[in-house]
């Protein structure tokens, strides 16, 4: 009887890591896009998103953090819970401004980043961003890779391809700068901001063609989300227009097609990815995985 037990409880061991195995990830790159509101997608000539939303699953009513804008949202994401808690509170937080509840060795909130060296010592991480902002988020002693690029949208894609292609790291985040800045100068839901939402696009295309030449398309789930929207030429309100951003993914396990009603806040992402890579989430991180976006 033992043995018929020991069996079947094997079995069942087997079943559930297959299963299991099915949804994880070897590989999680998230591209973030400052200032890329939720309002625009169905209106944006951006074939790679949209073939993106039907290849995989997406939510485009993901609220953020108030305020509204970049720092504070980057930091939630990241760091799994909310301005409160990490203490970085504004657009151009560089320290926090309220004492974090918590720091690691390196006196950063326990982020994503802090989740996956301390679990997997060896993945390769790291960051690469347009704007300096991200850097001041980032607990760079554990980072295997720590790339800024004062802006250079074009130098933030070719680094990512390269490191991408040839590094095939555990996880990336990508910062890019646009179409914040033309939201800022020309307006939020304008012609310009429209037109810069094409060169988005392109960005997204050359990402997935770096995660294929790297041969790690099916291993690999890519997430693609903003910090905010925008309204006429600013943000950090209140509006739907600034709160809600889109959240787009593909990868091993992600449903096809599935839009996903569920509320789903910004400080999510970093509880998705460990999910995904198959690490437990800190114990100070206040978000939760969204496992809707992948069969079950």
């Given amino acids: 009887m033992k043995f018929i037990a020991y069996v079947i409880i094997l079995s069942l061991s087997l079943i559930s890591f297959n299963t299991l195995g099915q949804k994880k990830a070897k590989h999680v790159i998230v591209v973030g896009f400052d200032g890329l509101g939720a309002y625009a997608v169905e209106k944006a000539d951006m074939p790679n998103l949209k073939k993106m939303m039907q290849e995989g699953a997406y939510n485009t009513h993901v609220r953020t953090v108030l305020p509204s804008s970049s720092a504070v949202n980057w930091a939630s994401m990241l760091m799994g819970t909310g301005p409160t808690m990490h203490g970085y509170t504004d657009w151009g937080s560089q320290t926090p401004e309220i004492p974090s509840a918590t720091v690691t060795q390196n006196n950063r909130f326990p982020s994503i980043f802090t989740a996956i060296k301390k679990q997997k010592p060896h993945a390769k991480i790291g960051s690469v961003y347009s704007w300096g902002g991200i850097g001041y988020l980032l607990e760079k002693p554990i980072l295997n890779f720590d790339l800024p690029t004062e802006g250079n949208e074009l130098e933030t894609q070719n680094k990512a391809v ?33 037109e810069e939402l094409k060169n988005v696009d392109k960005r997204i295309g050359a990402i997935q063609k770096a995660i294929q030449d790297a041969g790690i398309e099916k291993e690999t789930l890519l997430i693609v989300l903003s910090d905010h929207g925008g309204i006429e ?4 309100g209140k509006s739907l227009m600034e709160i809600e951003v889109p959240w787009v993914m593909t990868g091993p396990g992600v449903i096809k097609g599935k839009e996903v009603k569920e509320p789903i806040i910004v400080y999510d992402l970093a509880p998705t990815v460990a999910w995904a890579l198959g690490i437990k989430p800190e114990d100070v991180w206040r978000g939760k995985a969204i496992t809707s976006f992948f069969k079950k």
């Fill in 233 to 236: 030429k600013g943000h950090g």
């Fill in 162 to 194: 390269e490191l991408i292609k040839n590094e095939k790291p555990s996880f990336l985040f990508i910062h890019f700068d646009q179409p914040d800045g033309i939201g800022h100068n020309a307006g939020h839901d304008s012609p310009a901001y429209y």
